[in-house]
DNA sequence: CGTATGACGAGCC
DNA sequence: AGGCTCGCCATAC
């Protein structure tokens, strides 16, 4: 059992997969909850509604200093998720073209080309 | 122990 | 396109 109340291993889980995603792709904090095998103690409709926000919720707590590329993680829509203009926005946007992503007018990424296919 | 707040996303207008 | 609502959780004070 690794979803909340048992958060602290979800976590781990979610940064497992944060740490697979190659640079220069993206994934979104869905894509990365539907990668974790679902907790069979929890109404899986139920699940899929809340486990989006436990990934954010994971990647609020993000540890420094073990090269988690946190900005590799977007929403659903290619957007960042910080608000627009903030410092964490800006950093985040900055990294990812760093890596050759870009931005279109409205500021989403392009999911068609930089969307991450998922683990091996 | 109450209260506020949050790096989401699908479904509806 | 864009602004709701909901889900009813986890965390930080």
Redesign the pocket.
Known sequence: MF??????SF?EKVWDIVLQIPAGRVS??????SMIPPDEAM?P??M???A??????A????PRGKSIP??R?????GR???PAGSA?ADC?RRLLEQEGIAFDD?GKVNLRLHAWAGPD
Do not use: C, E
């Not at 979803?3 to 602290?8: E, I, L, S, T, V």
């Not at 979104?28 to 909850?33: N, R, V």
């Open positions: 979803y909340p109340p048992n958060a602290k976590f979104s904090y869905g894509q990365i909850a109404d409709a139920q899929r509604r809340l989006p926000r436990w990934v954010g919720t990647m609020r707590k993000t946190w900005h993680v977007i929403n659903s829509q960042i998720s910080f964490q985040q409205s």
